[in-house]
Every structure is written in structure tokens, then in C-alpha cells.
């Protein structure tokens, strides 16, 4: 099993430094969509999509506050349709897509993968399916034109009683390796989820959105800019859930510091220490 990790979406953000900690001035920061695009006997896999070919041709598929906000960059090299293809391999290639949340940068290449299964918790697709992300972002995060071809649904209960390292999970998803979890991490959006992978050589979490800046997990003290604290605040549906799920994921990060190597969507340094190689044989 091969891993890449790809970026499916850089943002430049209002706030500059405030939000990523790097960036020189206040007026544009750096945020990616960190994805992962995994080469299993099941075929390609890959989770969650970033900015989807759609997205770039018709901008207006995202909302006008996420546009001004985020400031996504709308370049057709970073979608996951053409680095797949930069792979050597065909969109219909991708035999599974699983998704962490159905949030705007994170599904909106689904349509790009038309033969691909979409898997994803029940709770999430029914909560985006009604619009229920948030009194304020709740009408501007989900945007169904993003994923209203998907044939092939697969959903699952947010936990089946099975366990992860202390978490709720869901194992043995239909069709994929057994290597592949789902783990319910809500607060973020009700049905949100992050995916733990198996490698052989330790496990790979990807954390998705449910903390959003590298000083958040790593050590039992909690470190994150001001601009993504105030970006946590307004997308979360839940807080109490959000912040007890963070404060777990940063309790794992310490006590298996040497099993575990964690990561969220849209920090750039994890990002580039991810990318760094590839994972797997």
C-alpha cells in the first residue's frame, strides 16, 4: 500500500500570519486541503477531494463569503483529478472516495470520480443533505451541486462499538482493506470524521478538521493562531464535543508519539512534513 499526500487546494487567507503563524504580514496566509490518495489492491483510494475541477470552472459553487474569506486559488494543477493523472493513473482509477465531511473544500471534486464509491458517516450526509451546518455557515459550507451525482453511497453508523486507540470506529468499510478505518470525530460538522491507516510501520491519522493548527496536538499544551481559533469557532456545530475530540487527539499525539503520526486538512507545515515522501512499499 502506497500513500501520497496531496494538496488539493491552497487558500491565502485574510490575516496573513495570524492564521498560519508563517506568513510574512497580515494580508494573505497559506492554508492547504491536505488529501490522500492511497494505492490498495481495492484500487485508488482516495480521501477527501479539495476544490474539484467544477469549482474552478463555475467559482460560483462556493459561496461569496467563503470566496472573500478563504480566498481559494482555483488552480487546475492542484485538483485530485489532475495530480492523479500527473501519477500516471486515470480518474477512473479511483475506486473509493471516502470522505471526512461534506464542508465545500473538502468534497468538492466528488463529481470528478464518477465511478467511485463515496463512503462517509449517515450522520454527515443527512445533516448536509438538510442544511444543518450552523446557524450562520450552515447554508454556505454544504454546497450540494458538489456532490448531487454521486450514484454510489456507502454510509455508517458514527461507531458500531468497535474501538481505536480509545475512539469509536468503524472497520472493515465496504470493499476496502481492513487496513482503513473510520472514526467519528464530531464538533466540527455533527457527522464529521477523521481516517486511520494502517501501514505496517504505524499508523497514519488524518484528523481531517478537527483541529486545524500543528500546535493544537504534540504536546499536552495547546498552541494555535488567533485567526484559526476564530475560524474553529465559526464553522463548529458542536463546542463542548469539538474541544473534548481535540483534547484527545492531543492526549494520543504524546502518549503514542511513536505509533501514531497525526495530521489535520489545512496545516501547511504538516502538509510539507507529510509530503515529504511517500508512504508504503
Known sequence: MRIHHLNCGTCCPWGGRLFDGESR???????????????????????????????IRRRSRLSKFFRSLNQPQFREEETAAHQIRSLGFRAEDVRHII???????????????????????AREKEVADEQRGGAFVGTRRYRPVQW????????YPMGRGERWMGFDAVRDLDGLPPEILLVPLAGHTWGHSGVAIDTGAG????????????????????????????YQRMMEVDRSARLANQARLRRLSVDHAGDVRLFCA????????????????
Open 203 to 230: 499508523w497514519l491519522f488524518y484528523a481531517a478538521d478537527a483541529y486545524f493548527h500543528h500546535g493544537e496536538v504534540g504536546s499536552l499544551k495547546r498552541s494555535c493562531t488567533p485567526g484559526m481559533r476564530f
Open 25 to 55: 504580514g497580515l494580508l494573505h496566509g497559506h492554508i492547504v486541503c491536505h488529501c490522500l490518495l492511497i494505492e490498495s489492491d481495492a484500487g485508488l483510494v482516495l480521501i477527501d477531494t479539495g476544490v474539484g475541477r467544477g469549482d
Open 266 to 281: 489545512h496545516d501547511l507545515a504538516e502538509f510539507d512534513r507529510m509530503a515529504a515522501k511517500v508512504s508504503g512499499d
Open 99 to 121: 470522505i471526512s465531511h461534506l464542508d465545500f473544500d473538502h468534497a468538492g471534486g466528488l463529481e470528478d470520480f464518477p465511478n467511485a464509491a463515496v463512503h462517509l458517516t
Open 148 to 155: 448531487d451525482e454521486v450514484e454510489n453511497w456507502k454510509l
